[in-house]
């Protein structure tokens, strides 16, 4: 019984796996614009971190950029936080259409910009000057 068990454990691990995204990049819309790389957070577990510095960079810099982070929800769902920045304003999108227990939803807001605050736990990447008045916390990587 307790082979039948770890077999089955071992199988659902396995096919638990297989439906997760792998980080990399997302394809253009088509028009021609390059493709965004991604930062992936599987429950506190950041990969491509240093993209999001870069990102940061880019807004300083008054650059062109864009990056996406994918947040995995517990039951392994992924939401989506894209942001372009043209040079002047970032065009922020949260898509939660794919998070079966959450809303579902798609907003986009515009912010004025983003910056990277270190705390004695944790560093956040904030969005300010946006529209609806208020910082949006984008990502909180765990020290």
């Known amino acids: 019984m307790r082979k039948q068990n770890a077999v089955a454990l071992l199988l659902f691990l396995l096919l638990a796996g ?6 990399g ?6 028009s021609g614009e390059p493709d965004v790389e991604q930062v992936v957070n599987t429950h506190g577990t950041v990969e ?7 990102f940061v960079s880019s807004v300083e ?6 990056v996406q982070v994918v947040n995995f929800t517990t039951e392994g769902d992924p939401i989506y936080q894209t942001l372009e920045f043209d040079g ?9 259409s794919r998070d079966q227990f959450g809303s579902g939803s ?3 807001m515009n912010c004025g910009s983003i910056s ?9 990447y904030v969005l300010t000057g946006c529209e609806q008045g208020e910082a949006f916390n984008v990502l909180a990587i765990e020290k």
């Open 25 to 30: 990049t997302i394809a253009g819309n088509g």
């Open 48 to 54: 491509n971190a240093g993209r999001l510095d870069e």
């Open 88 to 96: 002047e304003v970032i065009k922020f999108t949260h898509d939660s």
């Open 106 to 108: 798609i907003t986009a």
């Open 116 to 124: 990277k605050k270190e705390t004695a736990s944790t560093v956040d």
């Open 61 to 66: 810099q008054r650059k062109n950029d864009a």
């Open 18 to 23: 297989c439906g997760k995204e792998e980080p």
